[in-house]
T-cell receptor, first 114, second 114 residues
Framework: DAGVTQSPTHLIKTRGQQVTLRCSPK?????VSWYQQALGQGPQFIFQ???????QRGNFPDRFSGHQFPNYSSELNVNALWLGDSALYLC?????????????FGPGTRLTVT | DAKTTQPPSMDCAEGRAANLPCNHS???????VYWYRQIHSQGPQYIIH???NNETNEMASLIITEDRKSSTLILPHATLRDTAVYYC???????????????FGQGTILTVHP
């Protein structure tokens, strides 16, 4: 079982550019969440996708958008990058049906905006 | 989600029990207590969760006070590999599609010494 995978591992972008990060959930999981973790801080919830729809959203601007595909994989898009968007972006997956308490996190994508 | 308060750092000798406290005095009746940890440069890892009874699994034990206003995570025989940031989170269960958002605080940096 591959667990949650994310790509790329590292990324360097310039202010004003756009970026797309990708996540494949753990086998059997259908719900994907994205988190942003600034250096020295805990992860902050961005949004959650289930059945290809955004179900919950944290306090992030519309520059942050996402998508979930029929195979449950997901993308996080960030437009008009700011320096402050530099962070570790984490993807987490779980099963949406029933009561499943633990979420599984991927290793993250380190985004640096210069 | 209820706010949690944790000490910023703790030390523990290898082989001894590590007891990590968490205060969640505003926790509501439908909120569980979750513990995750994050080893340097990795994604968070689920440890354990509980509602009001004490819980134990292969990784740790969770002791929740009777009034549910605080809890303690116990690693019975800490090893160097347990050095990590430990997060205590109060959140509704992750059942269904309306839940699953995890609100991370700053966590406790646990350092296990030889």
């Amino acid at each position: 079982d591959a667990g949650v995978t994310q790509s790329p591992t590292h990324l360097i972008k310039t202010r004003g550019q756009q970026v797309t990060l990708r996540c494949s959930p753990k086998s059997g999981h259908d719900t994907v969440s994205w988190y942003q973790q600034a250096l020295g801080q805990g992860p902050q919830f961005i949004f959650q996708y289930y059945e290809e729809e955004e179900r919950q959203r944290g306090n992030f601007p519309d520059r942050f958008s996402g998508h979930q595909f029929p195979n449950y994989s997901s993308e996080l898009n960030v437009n008009a990058l700011w320096l402050g968007d530099s962070a570790l972006y984490l993807c987490a997956s779980r099963s949406g049906g029933g009561f499943h308490y633990e979420q599984y996190f991927g290793p993250g994508t380190r985004l640096t905006v210069t | 989600d209820a706010k949690t308060t944790q000490p910023p750092s703790m030390d523990c000798a290898e082989g001894r029990a590590a007891n990590l406290p968490c205060n969640h005095s505003t926790i509501s009746g439908n909120e569980y207590v979750y513990w995750y940890r994050q080893i340097h440069s990795q994604g968070p890892q689920y440890i354990i969760h509980g509602l009001k009874n004490n819980e134990t699994n292969e990784m740790a034990s969770l002791i929740i006070t009777e009034d549910r206003k605080s809890s303690t995570l116990i690693l019975p025989h800490a090893t160097l590999r347990d050095t990590a940031v430990y997060y205590c989170i109060a959140s509704p269960s992750s059942g269904g599609t309306s839940y699953g958002k995890l609100t991370f605080g700053q966590g406790t940096i646990l350092t296990v010494h030889p």
